[in-house]
């Protein structure tokens, strides 16, 4: 872990010149895990308090994806994700207004074989889960060019240029299954480290994990998640690394540049990215490893992990067993790693490489995971290389 006491981390100019915007979010909110509480709408504000998992509050506006409440008699600023409305339901998707009028309909997604869903209405949102070609959605509201639609138990956005009215007659929907075709079926994993989730997204914490060819009991659907038999309980699988067949043993890699694949499963170098993302604001705690929780190895190994790629613990070991690159060469998804001590020394620290100069990494108990620029003083002077697996 990199001393707290020299982290320096940039304000965004969106972040210095936010509005908060009040009466977007219902009249409380409910923590769905213990919180830091901000002095401002960012990881780079400090703590002032921490608003426990179950505490209720009234939300007193929102800026961005950060809602202002008080908590503990301090007043401040909690990252949406871990908050829900009063009446149960996610707040990650309501710090924009939408419309609702005359759009609540059912839409399918037409002319792709896979689209995003979003936790707002526009690319720069992280993805929390996805919906397969010829898949449909329930709208309830829209923003310019996205719909808002109920999506896991909560809400999340698609852009409305792929969705139609009716279904598409050219749209692959091979990836679409009837659940009568496939419940009570054994499917088998075909990737090492395949999440199961607790529920159809990647928002959803991993209850654990599947290894290749690994042997699974298939039991409803759901778009583009298989609900299955998992550990005494059910989980949430990718459909897309399941297969009615046995894999064969000498292939013990996942093949994911197939033309369905999903980007936000793929293990591109913008999918670990936007995977990581969705972590902003975990907490940091040292020897964790996630899912709710994590220090600097423990979240690149868990993010690395989410695409079937097995990662050491240690970021030392992780550097070590790194093909090397320049930094020069650096591209998103790339790890890099730092020293303790601008002097140089052994590996210390490491993060994932976003792209522009950015870094998404679990920096330490202050900051918990956060975004930091590469080019920082600090950060350039204990800089020690960067690999790529």
Do not use: E
């Amino acid at each position: 872990m990199i001393s707290s006491k020299k982290m320096k981390f940039a304000v965004t100019t969106a972040a210095a010149t936010a509005i908060v915007c009040t009466g977007a979010f219902a009249a409380n909110v409910t923590a769905t895990t213990s919180v830091n509480v901000r002095s401002g709408p960012g990881n780079s504000y400090s703590v002032v308090t921490v608003m426990k998992s179950g505490t209720t509050t009234a939300s007193l506006g929102t800026s961005g994806n950060w809602v202002k409440v008080t908590v503990n008699g301090k007043t401040g600023y909690v990252y949406n994700r871990y908050l829900t409305d009063a009446d149960g339901s996610s707040s990650s998707s309501t710090t924009t207004t939408t419309s609702t009028s005359n759009v609540s309909k059912v839409v399918y997604v037409v002319n792709t074989s896979a689209l995003n869903v979003r936790s707002g209405p526009s690319t720069s949102h992280s993805v929390i889960g996805g919906l397969s070609g010829g898949a449909s959605a329930n709208v309830v509201g829209s923003s310019g060019k996205w719909y808002k639609i109920s999506y896991g138990g909560g809400y999340g956005y698609i852009s409305s240029s792929y969705t139609s009215s009716a279904p598409s007659t050219t749209t692959n929907t091979s990836n679409v299954t009837n659940v009568s075709n496939t419940s009570g079926k054994t499917y088998y994993s075909t990737t090492a480290g395949l999440n199961v989730r607790s529920g159809p997204g990647t928002s959803y914490a991993s209850k654990g994990t599947l290894s290749y060819g690994q042997a699974v009991t298939v039991i409803d659907t759901s778009s583009y998640w298989y609900k299955v038999q998992f550990n005494g309980g059910t989980g949430y699988v990718g459909s897309k690394y399941l297969s009615s067949s046995k894999p064969s043993s000498s292939n013990t890699t996942n093949n994911s540049s197939t033309n369905n694949t999903p980007s936000y499963d793929s293990g591109s170098g913008s999918s670990i990215v936007s995977f990581a993302q969705s972590l902003l604001g975990r907490p940091y705690v040292y020897g964790a490893s996630g899912p709710n929780s994590f220090d600097c190895s423990g979240f690149t190994q868990y993010v690395y992990a989410h695409f079937g790629k097995s990662l050491p613990r240690s970021s030392s070991a992780q550097y070590a067993s790194a093909s090397k690159i320049s930094k020069s060469s650096l591209q998103p998804g790339d790890l890099v790693f730092f020293s303790n001590s601008s002097s140089g020394g052994s590996v210390g620290h490491v993060a994932i490489y976003m792209g522009n100069g950015m870094i998404i990494h679990a920096a330490n108990s202050k900051t918990g995971v956060c975004t930091t620029s590469l080019n920082s003083s600090y950060y350039s002077s204990h800089y020690i290389g960067a690999g790529r697996y």
